[in-house]
């Protein structure tokens, strides 16, 4: 069952063509990894997927629907979520409170007028629950700013799923990450999208090949090979794409 | 016939004020992000400076000379030693202080000089009439639109033709990108800042004779400064020439056509335009 | 911070309370009707601050919305005889409410310098309109309104009397004051100060941030239209003075120099502004200009106001360091 598929999708910005054709489907449960090199156009096809731009052509489709022209936040509620590759979170606040939000979004409680998200249980619980899959929970009450960086991405990752999407689309998660902080991202990769379906943009190609179950490359905003590991692996397109970038 | 001429003839009048004050407005924006709301008072102050400067030495164009010369310095103090030091605290808080200060020189100027009008009167050929276009049309109004106009072609040179002018475009395209290139993006600020407060109390001396020196000087332009940037666009000088005319010519008729309603009309102009067409008719969208 | 000392908060509370409710036995008539303009303004400043302090958005323009509740009281008690005079307030309110979403859903189509210049355009707009519109606001005169007075049953309250009036403002925005504190608890209150921090992010976690704009917009504005109403039966009168740039700068000081990023901050404004322009109007007539001037070193060098001020005492003097409570 596919639970996103992307179809002949096309991107211009004022007569510069960042994508051209792209057409894959991302299957219920899989992990599944889009990578290329850099302007090869995957933050562009993130930033479609995920609300913040419209294709110039072609359609995004999430379960049965058309979601091509949808705001972000309606993709949200439909069951999708995103991370960012530059830490984007609420750093003034505790790192309860950016949790909280995500939590109360997905529970209908965004601007509801007489209901305090700080008394109601249930919130309270899931919000730590949550915390403490990202290993956060005995810094709830740290202002964000003030947490280390690979603590940041993992309330990156907090915050992406907080609002319990069916659908997690992370954007180069272990991007600055040195190489232990790597492995730790890895592992709680794993651990939280265990049941969940995913769509991982990569530069890493270990992260890559440790998460993903298929994997599609874009080339210059063309999908040049998609299928699983060990035929991207030994794809001569591919291959001849990265010549010399990137050790596969 | 000759009726529709002469409100013309203000309007044009009117556009060169509103371009002097305004062009330095644009700028600061379009480079600095900030809105300065100080910026009318400086033109009142070139105002006030004039008139004193008048009762000292008694000659109208050595105050229009100085006048201006002192907001260059009050332009550069304040940038460099107020502005600069709110900008870490950001955007809301740059607009409390200009806010602030205009409010300060309001009441400074009122402390200083008192409440009462003050005339700043011309003499010689200045004070006297010409006939133009079949018209008989006071000189002065003329000269007002001349220095604009000069000023104007003045400041196309420098910032088209010359090293200085090219740098100051692209502060206001990208301030941090010029920072990269190693250059000293802050004089840039300080002076870019310091020259349009000069030019609007240039505006301010030269208005001084058109209508009275008064405290409530700067409000009235302050708003129609704001309208003449959101039309034009935000950070855009050609946008700005553009927008005094048209508003120039729209409060000139205006007073004429609807009465009642003048002011209304100019302040439904900037909502449309900021609702409809936020980076303003000839900016560029951000 | 959930009432983590929930005895002696109470006990503070009841405090205050016996307080104020004794003050028209202790304090002289014309030092009640200061205190009682105090709650008016403090409840337009406390409106102000959900846009400033809570909302990160900065309005020139709040004014009008004080001036519309203002004028609509004075009109419903002229027009409509026999008005009861609550009845009269409520629909003010109401009225206010609904301009407050109008315009909203104008202006808040932009952020930033741009909403802050619509602000400013649109109170000037107001401003403009009403110098006209001699009917209703009675131009350059302005409007004399007799409010009746108030039948509870248990009591009458006479708005034309000091220590009545005193306790009706005390009650009624009183709670209008305590409903916004416990707004800024509730979720909306929460998202209103999440979107101020990162809109952007918000929006991809759910939330229809313009709507969420709008709602507290429309709040903001109707509380301010309440404070309007009160202004308008205090002094038995009104003008387009309520409605200027002038007053949007008054609120804006107030809100200011008390303190944007607490709840409280507004309300010490109102109370130090008032305080401070009675004492320094005796001794000149220049005392905007030391108000600015005031203004004006607290935006260089205590942003925070006057709670910023109290904070870093307290901190100075406190053996433990305070936690993020948010």
């Known amino acids: 069952m596919s639970i996103m598929a992307v179809k002949d999708v096309h991107k211009d910005f004022s007569g510069l063509k960042v994508l051209t054709g792209v057409d894959f489907e991302v299957k219920q449960g899989e992990r599944f990894a889009i990578i290329g090199p850099n302007g090869a156009g995957k933050t562009t096809l993130f930033n479609i997927l995920s609300g913040a731009f419209r294709p110039s052509k072609g359609k995004v489709l999430f379960g049965e629907q058309d979601i091509s022209t949808k705001p972000p936040h309606l993709r949200n509620r439909m069951g999708m979520s995103r991370s960012f590759q530059i830490t984007n979170i609420f750093k003034e606040l505790s790192v309860f409170a950016n949790v909280l939000a995500g939590v109360r979004s997905s529970r209908g409680m965004r601007c509801h007028l007489l209901r305090r998200p700080l008394a109601d249980k249930g919130l309270v619980e899931r919000t730590e629950e949550i915390l403490e899959r990202v290993d956060l929970l005995d810094e709830r009450y740290t202002p964000a700013q003030e947490l280390a960086y690979g603590q940041q991405r993992a309330l990156e990752l907090g915050i992406t799923l907080s609002t319990d999407p069916e659908l997690i689309l992370l954007d180069e998660p272990t991007a600055g990450m040195s190489r232990q902080e790597t492995d730790n991202a890895i592992q709680m990769i794993q651990r939280v999208t265990a049941s969940k379906t995913c769509l991982i943009i990569e530069h890493d190609m270990n992260v890559v090949f440790s998460l993903a179950d298929r994997i599609s490359v874009l080339h210059y905003g063309v999908i040049l090979a998609c299928g699983h590991p060990e035929e991207i692996r030994n794809d001569q397109r591919v291959k001849d794409a990265y010549l010399g970038e990137e050790e596969l | 016939m000759n009726e529709i001429a002469v409100f013309f003839l203000h309007g044009l009048a009117y556009a060169g004020l509103l371009f002097l004050v305004s062009s330095g407005l644009t700028l600061v924006f379009g480079m600095m992000n900030v809105l300065n709301f100080a910026h009318a008072s400086f033109y009142m102050l070139g105002a006030y400076f004039a008139y004193s400067l008048l009762q000292i030495i008694g000659n109208f164009w050595l105050a229009l000379l100085v006048s201006p010369l002192l907001l260059l310095i009050i332009g550069a103090v304040v940038e460099r030693f107020l502005l600069r030091k709110v900008h870490v605290l950001g955007h809301v808080h740059e607009l409390l202080l200009t806010f602030g200060l205009a409010y300060i020189i309001h009441e400074a100027v009122k402390w200083v000089w008192g409440t009462d009008p003050h005339a700043l009167a011309v003499s010689g050929f200045l004070a006297g009439t010409v006939n133009i276009i079949g018209i008989t049309y006071p000189v002065y109004r003329l000269f007002v639109f001349g220095v604009s106009v000069a000023l104007g072609l003045f400041m196309w040179l420098v910032l088209f033709k010359t090293k200085i002018g090219i740098i100051v475009r692209a502060a206001v395209e990208d301030s941090s990108m010029v920072a990269a290139l190693g250059i000293k993006v802050p004089m840039v600020f300080m002076g870019v800042f310091a020259v349009g407060a000069a030019l609007s109390g240039l505006a301010g001396v030269t208005a001084g004779p058109l209508m009275s020196v008064d405290p409530g000087m700067a409000g009235a332009i302050l708003v129609d400064a704001f309208v003449v940037i959101v039309v034009g666009g935000m950070g855009s000088l050609g946008g700005a020439v553009m927008a005094s005319v048209i508003i120039g010519e729209l409060q000139s008729f205006g007073v004429l056509l609807f009465p009642k309603f003048s002011l209304a009309l100019i302040y439904m102009l900037m909502a449309v335009v900021l609702v409809i067409r936020p980076e303003g008719l000839f900016g560029e969208k951000q | 911070m959930e009432c983590r000392h929930t005895g002696r908060l109470l006990g503070l509370v009841l405090a205050a309370l016996l307080l104020l409710g004794s ?292 901190q100075r003097f406190a053996r433990r360091p305070g936690s993020a409570d948010q």
């Not at chain 3, 400013?120 to 005169?141: C, E, M, Q, R, S």
């Not at chain 3, 107030?254 to 109370?271: D, H, K």
């Open chain 3, 23 to 314: 003050l028209p036995y202790l304090l002289p008539g014309y030092q009640l009707r200061l205190f009682t303009e105090i709650i008016i303004f403090s409840l337009f400043a406390v409106s102000y601050n959900l846009l400033l302090g809570y909302a990160g958005l900065i309005s020139f323009g709040h004014a009008m919305f004080f001036g519309i509740g203002a004028f609509a009281v004075a009109n419903f008690c002229n027009h409509i005889s026999g008005i009861p005079l609550l009845a009269a307030v409520a629909l003010g309110t109401g009225l206010t409410t609904v301009m407050g979403f109008l315009v909203g859903c104008l202006l808040l189509r932009v952020k930033g310098t741009p909403f802050a210049l619509l602000t400013l355009a649109f109170n000037a707009l107001f401003y403009a309109i009403a110098t006209k519109w001699y009917p209703v606001t009675g131009g350059d005169d302005g409007l004399i309104i007799e409010p009746h007075k108030v039948n509870l049953g248990i009591a009458v309250i006479d708005p034309s009397k000091g220590p009545d009036f005193y306790y009706l403002t005390l009650i009624v925005l009183g709670a209008a004051i305590l409903a916004c504190w416990y707004f800024t608890r509730t979720a909306m209150g929460r998202t209103v100060v999440l979107m101020r921090e990162n809109e952007d992010r918000l929006r991809f976690l759910g939330y229809n941030t313009m709507l969420a704009r709008l709602i507290l917009f429309t709040i903001s504005a109707g509380l301010a239209g309440l404070a309007g109403c009160f202004y308008t039966i205090f002094y038995a009168f009104v003008s387009i003075d309520a409605l200027s740039i002038d007053m949007t700068t008054t609120v804006l000081l107030m809100t200011f120099i008390g303190g944007t990023g607490n709840f409280a901050g507004p309300i010490l404004g109102v109370g130090a502004y008032t305080y401070l322009q009675n004492l320094l109007s005796e001794l000149t007539d220049s005392w905007p200009l030391i108000m600015g001037v005031l203004f004006i070193i607290m935006v260089l060098f205590t942003p925070g106001g006057l709670v910023g001020i109290f904070k870093s005492l307290a």
